[in-house]
């Protein structure tokens, strides 16, 4: 069943949130109206239309094919994106994850597809079934995005716009945006600036110059509530001298990071609770970047979560109820690098959280890229794969196994014979992570729970989960440890699909 066909209790539900413009639900539909041909986020302040003239869509690609363009009242392109691709553990939210890291404008549909192990015409009827849109559709509709974050929140030439957002020509942008938003990329600019909406320190931002990085500022939306500082103290905890700054004071987090055309660098700052947005810096070898970057960053902090059904779900269970009151909008951190977040994973195997950090800084510091930023602290990029593989024997004082299944995942990551990506399916990569030695089903959940976003992980045979487990009175501490481990799991099981999260809770109490 497509959107526009939806009836009966799923449509009702989806009316009644447009007709309480319930801003939980941005992002995560669009509205079409038959009758005006605009669609809208679901809180748009326009009077509610008539259910007879309403069509829904999960995404503004399939609105845009269907015929629609965006509002420029409520400005649906704006709003967070949803959290439904990583729910869901099917082709399609597979798919999604891999468009909006910018897989199709790098390797065509024909890269996407072999992603994810489909043809191209198999790939495309079933997105066209599912969400109403193809890969190029879906692609379009993440470019015309990058477009408006651009034209409203920078003061960047509108080529350089074009250029960031994927365009192969000024005259595709052109038409794409006036298609999409119903107006020419310098109406939607100086609507913005009327508005007030236009980014507060153009000095900020340059174009490209010759052997000069670009920098951009963006405002990156995010749905309340938003425990910024529980998802930027988990970073800040991890962080790798060089590679990594964090200031807990100012709410504030940077790092360096490989991006496809070049090394880069980026700066988020939160600037109060509630603000319902992310203030972020970029600093990129390439124009062209700037959506990877954007793309990555918000799975970074989980900006798409839907705080308000997980603070729901887990606030049924009493034990729970404290905790989420106490944090809500607590966060699951992604990662920016998958083959990184694996090396980090093994070496953070059996020991504790800051004695990982100081492996990882001494190989950081021996093999790492230097990188020059203008950012306060970065000094260097997260060794790649092979230099993993090549300095981890010099700079790794680990245990013999620990350190061969860091050199042996260092190699297999560089030459291709691992693939780790956003596209994964969650129980094919445990299964491919568990069959390589020295690897266990810990390090496989964690790294499932920050690669892919999995919301439902609950690590067997972490200890800190455990002691979190027993602080809240979850387990008792006076049972065997491998009693206490089924009872948690038992526990577990009524928190799904957010049993990530839960374990986000227990971590704190921890």
């Known amino acids: 069943m497509t959107d ?119 790939l495309h009827r079933l997105l066209v079934t599912d969400l109403g849109a193809g890969p190029l559709a879906l692609a379009r509709a993440q470019r015309a995005q990058t477009a408006r974050a651009l034209l409203v929140g920078t003061s960047l030439r509108l080529a350089d716009v074009a250029f960031a957002a994927g365009f192969g020509s000024i005259r595709q942008f052109n038409d794409t945006v006036a298609e999409v938003f119903g107006a020419t990329p310098s109406e939607l600019r100086a609507r913005a600036r009327r508005s007030g909406r236009t980014v507060k320190d153009p000095a900020r931002e340059t174009g490209a110059t010759a052997g000069e990085p670009v920098r951009i500022s963006l405002a990156l939306p995010v749905r309340e509530p938003f425990d910024a500082r529980g998802v930027l103290e988990f970073l800040a905890v991890r962080s790798v001298e060089g590679v990594e700054s964090a200031d807990l004071s100012v709410l504030r987090y940077a790092r360096t990071v490989a991006l496809p055309h070049g090394p880069g660098a980026f700066e988020v700052r939160v600037p109060r609770p509630g603000s319902g947005r992310v203030d972020l810096d970029l600093e990129l070898t390439d124009l062209a970047d700037a959506p990877v970057a954007v793309a990555r960053v918000r799975r970074l902090l989980d900006l798409d979560a839907d705080p308000v059904a997980v603070d729901s779900a887990l606030a049924a269970e009493p034990v729970l109820a404290p905790s989420v009151a106490a944090v809500p909008g607590i966060r699951v951190p992604g990662t920016l690098d998958p083959a990184e977040l694996l090396v980090r994973a093994i070496v953070g195997q059996q020991i504790s959280v800051a004695a990982a950090r100081t492996h990882l800084s001494r190989l950081a510091t021996g093999v790492g890229t230097p990188y020059a930023s203008a950012f306060e602290g970065l000094a260097r990029l997260f060794p790649s794969s092979a230099q993993v593989a ?121």
Request: proline share 7%; charged share 25%.
């Open 390 to 510: 090549d300095g981890a024997p010099a700079h790794l004082r680990l245990p013999a196994r620990t350190l061969a299944t860091v050199v042996a995942a260092g190699r297999d990551l560089a030459d291709g014979t691992l693939i780790l990506s956003v596209g994964d399916e969650p129980d094919d990569l445990r299964r491919r992570l568990v069959s390589r030695p020295g690897i266990g089903p810990w390090t496989a959940g964690y790294v499932a729970l920050r690669v892919l976003g999995d919301p439902d992980v609950l690590m067997d045979g972490d200890v800190a989960l455990l002691a979190g487990a027993r602080n809240l009175g979850l387990v008792s501490p006076e049972d065997p440890r491998p009693h206490q481990f089924k009872e948690l799991a038992r526990r577990g099981a009524v928190w799904a699909p957010w049993r990530s999260y839960a374990a986000m809770h227990l971590w704190r109490s921890a």
């Open 4 to 122: 526009v066909e939806l009836r009966g209790p799923a449509f009702t539900e989806r009316y009644r949130a447009i007709a309480a413009r319930d801003s939980r639900f941005d992002g995560q539909f669009y509205t079409a109206v038959r009758t005006t041909g605009i669609y809208c986020r679901p809180s748009c302040p326009a009077r509610t239309p008539k259910a007879e003239n309403v069509a829904f869509y999960l995404t503004s690609a399939a609105a845009h094919e269907a015929g629609f363009r965006a509002c420029k009242r409520c400005l649906p392109e704006a709003a967070p994106g949803t959290p439904a691709w990583d729910l869901r553990r099917d082709l399609t939210g597979r798919a999604m994850r891999l468009v909006a890291d910018g897989v199709v404008d790098r390797e065509g549909v024909s890269g996407l597809a072999t992603r994810l192990g489909y043809s191209e015409r198999q």
